[in-house]
């Protein structure tokens, strides 16, 4: 298991956001999550990278919007009602994270995070800093560090 994963303590839970990129279940540690909203006016950035959605001002602060499925490899993302911009603090730096929906936030006992496999729901496995399973499926845990560093 990925020593990020890891919590201080056995009792300790790892609470976290679960949404969809595409048809792949994700999830974030909640703790690296600033806030979740609605798709608001997003201002394009000419000669920006294709992932790049653009950039929104959020309550005085600019906030660059990456398309989640862009920039993981999956198709973009479809824009509807029910897409949602997860912003994280990034380096100092706040990001919005469009996704195609938000699911539930789930607790998982860090000892039953497994290693990620090669590719997670078409997603390259170095994205992530491990797997959940559940009965619905597998929920893979995302490394924003990893996602949102140059290539």
Do not use: W
């Amino acid at each position: 298991m990925n020593e990020q994963i890891k919590r201080n303590g056995a009792s300790s839970m790892l609470e976290l956001a679960t949404f969809f990129v595409g048809q792949a279940q994700c999830g974030i540690d909640i703790l690296k999550i600033q806030e979740i909203n609605k798709q608001i006016d997003v201002t394009g950035v000419p000669q920006s990278p294709d992932y790049v959605v653009g950039v929104l001002n959020l309550r005085g602060r600019i906030v660059t919007v990456i398309d989640l499925g862009l920039k993981t490899g999956l198709s973009p993302i479809t824009r509807d009602k029910d897409n949602r911009n997860i912003i994280v603090d990034s380096m100092g730096e706040h990001i919005g994270l469009l996704v195609d929906r938000i699911s539930d936030v789930m607790s998982a006992d860090p000892r039953h995070v497994e290693p990620p496999p090669a590719n997670l729901g078409g997603i390259e496995g170095s994205y992530f800093e491990g797997v959940v399973k559940t009965d619905a499926g597998l929920i893979g845990v995302l490394d924003i560090e990893r996602v949102l560093a140059e290539s």
